[in-house]
């Protein structure tokens, strides 16, 4: 009533809706009068207006309440949580005092650092995911577009006072994960051509064709049909005297689309999530089984590579990967 939601029957129950804010709420409440289902929409850099879907099943009594003993929720359509509720304690009290950190803390500004790693190559960090600006002759090429709109704006931003009156033509994405891929669409609003392996462009194509109206980003308040390269095994992008190499990584259980960047002349390996040395620290990432493999796929390929340049962390000699490899 706060809200002056509506009714309407549905093959469910009776759907009752409302707005809260921006957001959009319908809950379903059954021939039992007990709530069976809520949806919502929320934000989100890849998947735009995202459903959020829980549904509430096996009702038991607990005490005298009522309470599912199922909970199953949805976010875009894929199952992110599971619950089996075994007890139920009603009306404990519950002191749970909101610390004086989270009632001031405010999200940081973005920041980009910029480190030259060789002459016309750039590690652009300064945050938890980083991207490698590449300059060509005439146009500049980015390796990743990670978390979301505002970190690709200032990506973007740094790259123009890098190297003015270049255009990003091309956007090298190394695997679909949400926070590698999140601040694609960017990309695309700014004209540049997507590389990705094969099996992304149509998931991308579909997805974002879905309304993003609750944050619109500059592709939904200016629409472009994006335009792709897609990478099956290998792809080389030369131009002048500057060249780059995409492999697909193999054997990868990471992801199985994932790929990484081989540039020859300046034998630099910019790969993601496989190796990742944390910023600041010495103490170097804990082996795992896709250390072993990225070493293997780079051994496979005679690849002379002498700085691994990660799209988390900080640069590192190939000597590292070895180590780790061994430990």
């Known amino acids: ?18 707005t809260a804010g921006k957001f959009k709420i ?3 409440i059954d021939r039992q ?3 069976s289902r809520t949806e919502t929409w929320i934000p989100n850099p890849v998947l735009g207006d995202m459903l959020v879907e829980t549904t509430y099943s096996d009702c038991k009594d607990f005490k005298g309440v009522k309470f599912p003993a199922m909970i199953v929720q949805k976010q875009g359509r894929y199952p992110v949580l599971d619950l089996a509720v075994m007890s139920v304690q009603p009306n ?12 001031t803390t405010a999200l940081p500004p973005v920041k980009v650092t910029t480190q030259k790693i060789a002459d016309g190559v750039w590690f652009l960090a300064g ?3 980083n991207s490698v600006m590449v300059e060509y002759p005439t146009y500049l090429v980015m390796i990743e577009a990670p978390l979301d709109e505002a970190r690709s704006l200032a990506v973007i931003s740094e790259a123009r006072k890098l190297a003015p009156n270049k255009p990003i033509k091309y956007l090298i994405n190394t695997h679909h994960h949400f926070d590698h891929s999140g601040g694609l669409r960017t990309y695309v609003a700014e004209g540049a051509t997507i590389i990705t392996n094969e099996i992304n462009k149509g998931y991308y194509e579909q997805v974002w064709k879905s309304p993003h109206t609750l944050e619109p980003d500059r592709l939904a308040k200016d629409p472009k049909k994006p335009a792709f390269i897609t990478v099956k095994d290998k792809y080389s992008l030369a131009d002048g005297e500057r060249s780059l190499e995409i492999y697909h990584l193999v054997g990868d259980t990471h992801n199985p689309g994932i790929m990484m960047v081989y540039m020859p002349k300046e034998k630099i390996l910019v790969e993601a999530d ?3 040395w944390p910023a600041g620290t010495r103490a170097g990432p804990r082996y795992h089984a896709n250390n072993v493999n990225l070493y293997r796929n780079i051994q496979q390929l005679k690849l002379d590579v002498k700085t691994i340049a990660p799209l988390h962390g900080e640069p590192v000699s190939l000597s590292e990967l070895q180590k780790a490899t061994a430990s």
Do not use: Q, W, Y
């Open 1 to 18: 009533m706060e809200n002056n939601a509506t009714l309407k029957k549905g093959s469910g129950g009776t759907i009752v809706s409302f």
């Open 26 to 28: 319908n809950g379903t």
């Open 33 to 35: 009068n007990l709530v």
């Open 92 to 103: 404990v009290r519950l002191d749970l005092p909101v610390p004086d950190a989270a009632k």
């Open 127 to 129: 945050g938890s995911h």
């Open 274 to 276: 496989d190796f990742s």
